[in-house]
């Protein structure tokens, strides 16, 4: 197990919440400590894909550390340098939109800036339904910023949702591993 410590932060893109606590298992597996945290909306939203509630626990049973849910809650992850390494999983369109604008209004945003400010690496796992739509210019924007990886991504499903993009979680903590030694984790685009 890596001496490292990991953040894990969670938005939306509730359709993917099972899909990312597997990701964050082996996150956990691999690395020391890991922090937990989830967007104001992830904490309040109960979906068809599950209880808020019961995700944040189980989040919290992983890790075995409180979860992070406001943005008081995630500002000492900077001045405190808490983090080597956060990944953000499921990124949603509209996260990626407010990293790549720098707007910081909620967890997640909050855990992204103040982590940045210290030249760490952060590593997003897209997953939005407009990410080759309204989603593709910050998107693009991100792929150029330093400290910013990818966890591999591709179309999924090209037919009846085109421009949809979803990360391949299964590879979240060989990206991890990755984007601690300063390089993106390849091929960053994966086949439907």
Known sequence: MEN???????????????RAMEALEQVKARFARVIPIVSECTAATDTRFGCAHE??????RIC????????????????????DLLIIAPCTGNTLGKLAAGVTDTSVTMAAKAHLRNGRPILLAPSTNDGLAGSAPSLGALLNRRYIYFVPFGQDDPE????????????VADAAQAALEGRQLQPLLTAS
Do not use: W, Y
Not at 64 to 83: C, F, M, N, W, Y
């Open 55 to 60: 995700l944040m626990r189980e989040m919290a």
């Open 4 to 18: 490292k410590t990991i953040g894990f932060a969670v938005c939306g893109s509730f359709c993917t919440h099972a």
């Open 64 to 83: 075995d550390h409180r979860v992070i849910s406001t943005i008081a809650g995630a500002e000492p992850i900077g001045p405190q340098k808490l983090l």
């Open 160 to 171: 009846r949702k085109p421009t949809s993009l979803v990360s391949d979680f299964s590879q």
